[in-house]
């Protein structure tokens, strides 16, 4: 069945360093991988998503890099401030569906 | 151009009872999908409406239901609330020429049941 793993579940990295979150998907006709942050409280926010005919994209100092044989795609953030402390999820999307999969989540401790 | 609104942002019901969450979906969005949000975890896809028809259903019992309006707007309902229904209930709206695929999620509706 359709299913979107991601480790790890807490990560803790210092500030300035970079942070890598992992996810794995079960259908190899998944086109469509969102990221999401969400803060306490408020509701997920997409910050950055590819698609499958695309192996990485960038924006500023996040990036997400995807590898469709491998069914698994990663999310990057470089030099982490304390403001990207948060809980991300990854998530893909079966074609023509508008349905979403979510990952189980990482939460993001960024160290003084 | 207004996003995805929902209402109310929060409130407490008894189990046993009924509750009614409303989404309002992005202007151009024709497609209301709702996601249940337990504390701690990811979203779950409880149901995806298109054309005033529930289109898809994640695994969630026959107490939760929904409907979908002729403006796209759209509706959650709850029966014979349970205290694990406790959670933040998620709108996301997609479709239209130029959303591609992706989805905008609403402010959520947090409920508690107590």
């Known amino acids: 069945g359709e299913n979107v793993e991601q480790h790890p579940s807490t990560l803790s990295v210092q500030e300035g360093d970079s942070a890598v979150i992992k996810c794995t998907y079960s259908?190899?006709?998944?086109?469509?991988f969102p990221w999401y942050k969400q803060e306490l409280g408020k509701r997920p926010q997409l910050i950055i998503d590819?698609?499958?005919?695309?192996g990485e994209k960038k924006d500023q100092r996040i990036a997400v890099t995807l590898n469709k044989t491998a069914k698994h795609f990663s999310l990057h953030i470089t030099e982490t401030q304390p403001e990207d402390s948060a809980v991300y999820f990854c998530?893909?999307?079966?074609?023509?569906?508008?349905?979403?999969?979510f990952g189980k989540g990482t939460r993001l401790h960024i160290l003084p | 151009d207004a996003g995805v609104t929902q209402s109310p942002t929060h409130l407490i019901k008894t189990r046993g009872q009924q509750v009614t969450l409303r989404c309002s979906p992005k202007s151009g969005h024709d497609t209301v999908s709702w996601y249940q949000q337990a504390l701690g975890q990811g979203p779950q896809f409880i149901f995806q409406y298109y054309e005033e028809e529930e289109r898809q259903r994640g695994n969630f019992p026959d107490r939760f239901s929904g409907h979908q309006f002729p403006n796209y707007s759209s509706e959650l309902n709850v029966n014979a609330l349970l205290l694990g229904d406790s959670a933040l209930y998620l709108c996301?709206?997609?479709?239209?020429?130029?959303?591609?695929?992706?989805?905008?999620f609403g402010e959520g509706s947090w409920l508690t049941v107590v």
């Open positions: 996301a709206s997609s479709g239209g020429p130029r959303s591609g695929n992706t989805i905008y």
């Open positions: 259908d190899s006709a998944s086109n469509y």
């Open positions: 998530a893909a999307e079966w074609p023509g569906d508008d349905k979403i999969i």
């Open positions: 590819i698609r499958s005919n695309v």
